[in-house]
C-alpha cells in the first residue's frame, strides 16, 4: 500500500491501479505465454512521472516493465518478477514533424496509427516504415524491438532509422541521445559514440525511452503489386539475389500457406513505387523480363489474375500479408520471427514444415526481405486461446522453432525468456559477460523488466 499511495502521490488516482481486474488484463499478452503476476499498472503523463517513478522504484527495489501497444506476442511486457508495468499510451503527442530534415520527434506512447493518421492528414508526402502489426502499437516499442515496416526492404530495419532518443535511466537520470543532445535538431544519431544501442534491442532492461526521433521518407504517388509463384523452394535464394540485383522495390515479402490448395505455393509479393507513371511502367516491365528470364527457378510464374482483394491487402499500407491465419477458429496467432542469412531459407522451409506437421498444424510462413543482405522467416502457428492443449502445442512448436534458428545460423527476433536463454547459451560467453556488465552498470538494482536478457538459472 506504500507503493500504491506513492504511485498515486505521482500520477494521480485515475493512473494507477492494483485492483485485480486491471492487473488480470497487464498479467498476460495475446501470445501463447503463460500469465504471471503483475502487482501495479501505472500510466506516466510526462517524463518528470516516469523519473519519479523509477526513482521510487530504486528505492523500494521494485521491478518496473515499459509497455507499449503490448503486442511483440512473447510477453515481453509481461513481468517476470512482479513489480509495476509502466504503460506509456499517456504519452501520446506527436511533438514535432521536421519536413526538410524528415524527421518526426514523438512521445512514447505514439501508436503506428496514429502517426499515419498525422502524416496522411498534415504530411501526405512523407511516410513513415509501419509494421504489419495491430494499429494501436507504438513506433517507439517496435524500432526499440528493431521491427521492420513495408519500406523496410529499401531502407532497412525502423531501429535503422532512430535519429534519437530521450530516455530516462534505470538510476534517474534524464539523457538525450543523438543530435538532441548537443542543438534542437533531433536529425542525426551520428557521428558519435553509438549510445541508442544501449537501449535497441535490450527490451526495456537499460531504460525507459519517453521521446523518440525517427526518419520519415518521401511517399511515392504510385504503388503496384506484381505476383510470382513458384514450387522450388531450392531457388529461393538465388531469386532473392535476382530480384533485389535491380534495387528498385519498396516492399518485398514470401507467403505461402498449406491450405487453402491454392496458396500452397511459394508466392514472391514485389511492391513498386513511383513518383511518375512512366517510371512505374518502366519498373513492371523490368521485374517481369527479369522473372521470366530467370533460370534457376524454372517453375516461376506471373500470377496474372490477381484477385482485386488481394491487390488491395497487398497495397494496403501496412500490407496484410498473413492472409487467413486463424485456422484454428480461437483467435490464438503467434509466430518465431526469425532472422535468418538468405542462404538458408530451404532448410529453414523444410524444417519449419516438419514442426508444423509433427504437432498437428497447417505450415503458413510469411517472410520479409530485408535489404539484399536477410530475411525475416516468420514460422507461423495459430492456436485456440480457449484450448489449454493447443496452447501448449503451440508453446512447443515455438521452442522447436527457436531451436531450429539458432541451428540454422539465424537470430530470434524478440524472443519470449526462454529463447532469449537459448541465445545467451548458444552466444560467445565474453559478449554474453558483456551484455550482463553493461546491463548492470547500467541498472546497477536489477529494476528493469528482470529476466529479460539473463543466462538461464542467474
Ligand atoms: C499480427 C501481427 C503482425 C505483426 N507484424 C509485424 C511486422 O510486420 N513488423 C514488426 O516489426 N512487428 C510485427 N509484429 C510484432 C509486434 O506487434 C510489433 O513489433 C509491435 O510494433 C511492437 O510494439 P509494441 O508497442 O506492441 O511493443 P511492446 O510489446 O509494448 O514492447 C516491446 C518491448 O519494448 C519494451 N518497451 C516498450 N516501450 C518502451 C519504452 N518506451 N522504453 C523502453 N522499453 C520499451 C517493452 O518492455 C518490451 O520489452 C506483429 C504482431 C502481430 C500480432
Not at 407 to 419: F, P, Q, R, T
Request: glycine share 8%; with cysteine; aromatic share 8%.
Amino acid at each position: 500500500m506504500e507503493i500504491y499511495g506513492a504511485l498515486r502521490d505521482i500520477v494521480g488516482d485515475s493512473f494507477v491501479s492494483n485492483q485485480p481486474e486491471e492487473l488480470f488484463l497487464y498479467s498476460r499478452d495475446s501470445g501463447a505465454q503463460p500469465p504471471r503476476k503483475v502487482d501495479y499498472v501505472v500510466m506516466p503523463g510526462s517524463v518528470d512521472d516516469v523519473q519519479k517513478v523509477v526513482l521510487l522504484a530504486n528505492k523500494t527495489r521494485t521491478p518496473i516493465t515499459p509497455l507499449g501497444g503490448g503486442f511483440t506476442l512473447s510477453a515481453l511486457v509481461v513481468p517476470h518478477k512482479g513489480g509495476i508495468v509502466m504503460d506509456m499510451k499517456r504519452m501520446d503527442r506527436i511533438i514535432e514533424v521536421d519536413p526538410i530534415n524528415r524527421y518526426v520527434l514523438l512521445e512514447a506512447g505514439v501508436s503506428q496509427a496514429a502517426l499515419k493518421s498525422y502524416l496522411d492528414k498534415y504530411h501526405p508526402d512523407l511516410q513513415h516504415s509501419t509494421p504489419e502489426a495491430p494499429p494501436t502499437v507504438t513506433v517507439t516499442g517496435n524500432a526499440l524491438i528493431q521491427g521492420h515496416g513495408h519500406i523496410s526492404p529499401r531502407y532497412g530495419i525502423n531501429s535503422e532509422m532512430i535519429n534519437g532518443m530521450e530516455v530516462v535511466l534505470p538510476t534517474g537520470e534524464i539523457c538525450r541521445i543523438g543530435s538532441s543532445s548537443l542543438c534542437p535538431a533531433w536529425f542525426t544519431r551520428g557521428p558519435l559514440p553509438d549510445l541508442p544501442g544501449l537501449f535497441i534491442g535490450w527490451y526495456g532492461t537499460t531504460g525507459i525511452v519517453t521521446k523518440l526521433a525517427m526518419k520519415l521518407y518521401p511517399k511515392p504517388r504510385y504503388r503496384e503489386v506484381i505476383v510470382f509463384s513458384s514450387d522450388d523452394i531450392d531457388a529461393i535464394p538465388e531469386a532473392i539475389v535476382e530480384i533485389t540485383r535491380l534495387d528498385l522495390l519498396e516492399d518485398f515479402f514470401l507467403i505461402t500457406q498449406e491450405k487453402p490448395d491454392w496458396m500452397n505455393h511459394v508466392f514472391y509479393v514485389l511492391i513498386l513505387s513511383a513518383n511518375y507513371e512512366e517510371e512505374l511502367e518502366l519498373k513492371k516491365r523490368l521485374y517481369r523480363e527479369l522473372l521470366t528470364k530467370f533460370k534457376g527457378g524454372n517453375t516461376m510464374t506471373i500470377v496474372e489474375d490477381l484477385h482485386p482483394a488481394l491487390e488491395k491487402r497487398f497495397l494496403d499500407v501496412p500490407p496484410l500479408a498473413a492472409l487467413s491465419a486463424d485456422f484454428r477458429k480461437g483467435g490464438g496467432f503467434e509466430y518465431t520471427g526469425a532472422i535468418f542469412p538468405i542462404s538458408s531459407i530451404p532448410q529453414a522451409w523444410r524444417g519449419g514444415m516438419e514442426i508444423s506437421h509433427k504437432y498437428s498444424m497447417i505450415c503458413s510462413y510469411v517472410h520479409q526481405v530485408l535489404g539484399c543482405h536477410s530475411i525475416m522467416f516468420g514460422f507461423n502457428y495459430s492456436f485456440n486461446r480457449a484450448d489449454e492443449e493447443d496452447i501448449e502445442k503451440t508453446r512447443k512448436a515455438l521452442d522447436d522453432s527457436n531451436r531450429l534458428t539458432l541451428d540454422l545460423n539465424g537470430m530470434i527476433w524478440k524472443g519470449e525468456v526462454g529463447a532469449q536463454q537459448h541465445t545467451m547459451q548458444k552466444m560467445d560467453p565474453n559478449t554474453a559477460q558483456l551484455i550482463q556488465r553493461v546491463k548492470k552498470l547500467l541498472d546497477p538494482k536489477s529494476i528493469m523488466n528482470p529476466g529479460n536478457w539473463e543466462v538461464a538459472n542467474d
